[in-house]
C-alpha cells in the first residue's frame, strides 16, 4: 500500500495495483516532439521497440518519418530495439539538432 497526504493532511492509501507512474515514460524532444505535439507521454511495453511502434501508431506517419532519423536513449543510455524496457524507466527520443557556432 502505498501512502500519500491528502489535501487535509491526513494519510491515505493508494493500492499497489494503481497505474500512475507504473509505466515507462517518453520523452521528446525537437522535430519528434513537434511531430508528436507533446513533450511526454507514457506508453506500455517491454522492449523499446514495444514503445516506438506504440509511439508511431498513436502520433502517425509524420512522427514515424523523424523517428527513423533519432537516437534513442533509455535512462541516459543509448538504446536499441531489443533493449528491455521496466516500469519506471524513461525512454528519450533525440533527434539530429544542426546548427551550433564554428
Sequence with gaps: ????????????????????????T??????AREAAGTGTDVFEGDTVHDVLVAAE???GPRFGDVLKTCRI???????????????SDEVAILPPVSGGTT
Excluded: E, K
Design 26 to 31: 517518453m520523452r521528446l524532444f525537437a522535430s
Design 73 to 87: 536513449w533509455v535512462n541516459g543510455d543509448a538504446a536499441r530495439d531489443d533493449t528491455p524496457i521496466g516500469p
Design 57 to 59: 501508431q498513436r502520433y
Design 1 to 24: 500500500m502505498i501512502r500519500l497526504l491528502s489535501r487535509a493532511g491526513t494519510l491515505v492509501g493508494v493500492p499497489d495495483t494503481c497505474r500512475l507512474g507504473q509505466v515507462p
